[in-house]
């Protein structure tokens, strides 16, 4: 069964530093998603691409944040320099475009951890 | 973008039926209902989803009520590996879906 990809899957580092988290989607899935989960809250959507685009990244801090999805297939998502109050697990999620059916297929995550 | 609100935690025995409330008094028309789980450590899972009808799957069943602004999703028979965080949420498509995560209800699935 296909799988979305992502790696590391932990990630030790200290502020100030820079990061990058890698994500491959389910093959032939248009529409990409990267969320941000603090322990014990609900993922939050930071960046949604359909294909190459981005479509939404409200809630990206976009200071420190950015993400690319250069050819409309792997994604990755960087920190800039990264604070403390970044520690959380970043996921991926991938979806086939559709008018109803939005089955998102998540990865594993990338636990990172600020110091 | 309409709100979900869920029970911060529900417990459940071994082999019972757990109902798992979600509360959505401000959906839309063309919102749909998704429920996903997340077992401890993993990314979540999607489990069903629907609009007016109820719906079910190899996983669960979803009833919605008539007037939409509330849903249930029944798994029939819990086992303790259903032990996880349940997100109902609300999303419709405009070109792409928004789906915004709360916290969830926490099910402890008891032997």
């Known amino acids: 069964e296909a799988e979305v990809a992502q790696s590391p899957r932990y990630k030790i580092t200290e502020k100030s530093q820079a990061v990058a988290f890698w994500c491959d989607p389910i093959s032939g899935h248009a529409t990409l998603y990267w969320y941000r989960q603090i322990l014990g809250q609900g993922p939050e959507l930071l960046v949604q691409?359909?294909?190459?685009?981005?479509?939404?990244d409200s809630q990206l801090p976009k200071d420190r944040f950015s993400a690319e999805r250069l050819k409309g297939v792997d994604s990755t998502l960087k920190i800039q320099p990264a604070e403390l109050g970044d520690s959380a697990m970043y996921l991926c999620?991938?979806?086939?475009?559709?008018?109803?059916?939005?089955?998102?297929?998540f990865g594993p995550g990338t636990r990172l951890t600020v110091l | 973008d309409a709100k979900t609100t869920q029970p911060t935690s529900m417990d459940c025995a071994e082999g019972r039926a757990a109902n798992l409330p979600c509360n959505h008094s401000t959906i839309s028309g063309n919102e749909y209902v998704y429920w996903y789980r997340q077992i401890h450590s993993q990314g979540p899972q999607y489990i069903i989803h629907?609009?007016?009808n109820n719906e079910t799957n190899e996983m669960a069943s979803l009833i919605i009520t008539e007037d939409r602004k509330s849903s249930t999703l029944i798994l029939p028979h819990a086992t303790l590996r259903d032990t996880a965080v349940y997100y109902c949420?609300?999303?419709?498509?405009?070109?792409?879906?928004?789906?915004?995560f709360g916290a969830g209800t926490r099910l402890f699935v008891k032997a």
């Open positions: 691409f359909q294909d190459e685009s981005v479509v939404d």
């Open positions: 999620a991938s979806s086939s475009i559709g008018t109803e059916d939005n089955e998102q297929f």
């Open positions: 629907g609009l007016k």
């Open positions: 949420i609300v999303s419709f498509f405009t070109g792409g879906f928004k789906t915004i």
